[in-house]
């Protein structure tokens, strides 16, 4: 186990206790789950970065980051869904997580036939997950129906948006190899 996998491992450690956190009868749950999501997305970057830096690259971490990332987005939706009963932003928390399947299944297959670098991450993909990090981060901190949390539902549905695009650049990249007859072998 190196640091980047150690905060890897971290990262999907702060789950359940931003599960518990959420749940708990007191005021202040919102600002410390804040606070714990900004923590995991910083653990995000800082992973990825340390890897490179240091060459501590492993399968591990190649398989978990994604991930411990997904886990705590897609966690982190779920538990604002339940508590703004907002259809647009049940809408955009679909798209958001419905993306990440299609997108992770789109690189397995295309790292199956030995293409993954056509499905590379984007910059359009790199500006969505920030959208979205800052978007949970400011739905999470803030109360339903505050101007904080209509702020964040604002930037939920734009992260949404960048996601559909993501998702089409993704597809399209991949689209040749879809429609191929060499793929419909396997």
Known sequence: MNIPNILTSVRILM???????????WEGRYHTCAIIFALAAITDWLDG??????????????????????????????LLVASY???????????????????SALREWMAEMGKRASVAVSYIGKLKTAMQM????????ARP????????EGVLIAAALLTLWSMYVYLKAAWPELMSKES???
């Open 134 to 141: 800052l978007a949970i981060f400011i739905l999470l901190g």
């Open 49 to 78: 970065y340390l890897a490179r830096k240091l060459n501590q690259t492993s399968a591990f971490g190649a398989f978990f980051d994604p991930v411990a990332d997904k886990l705590m987005v897609s966690i982190a939706l779920v």
């Open 184 to 186: 419909d072998k396997n």
């Open 85 to 103: 009963s907002n259809p647009l932003m049940t809408l955009a928390s679909a798209v958001i997580v419905g993306r990440e399947i299609v997108i």
């Open 15 to 25: 789950i359940p206790v931003l599960v518990v956190i959420y749940y708990l009868p």
């Open 145 to 152: 129906d505050t101007l904080p949390a209509h702020i964040g």
